[in-house]
């Protein structure tokens, strides 16, 4: 299975990358009524993380200063 969206028409994803559905997981069975999607992504080559503006990433130092 190919990645859907405007990666199947070829937008950003480079050739050779492959999207596999693996399956899904419940996380919390009979606790939540949550599901979780696994996907298998291959042909990825190593870059630069393009982190949408909520994936905010914080020192080490400065975690621990938030915690009290």
């Not at 919390?28 to 949550?34: H, K, L």
């Not at 870059?47 to 909520?54: D, N, S």
């Amino acid at each position: 299975m190919r990645a859907g969206g405007a990666e199947a028409a070829g937008g950003d994803r480079p050739h050779g990358q492959e999207l596999a559905v693996g399956g899904h997981v419940h996380p919390a069975n009979r606790t939540a009524g949550q599901r979780c999607h696994v996907f298998l992504a291959t042909g990825l080559t190593p870059g630069e993380p393009h982190r949408e503006l909520t994936e905010q990433w914080f020192p080490r130092v400065e975690v621990e200063r938030m915690i009290p």
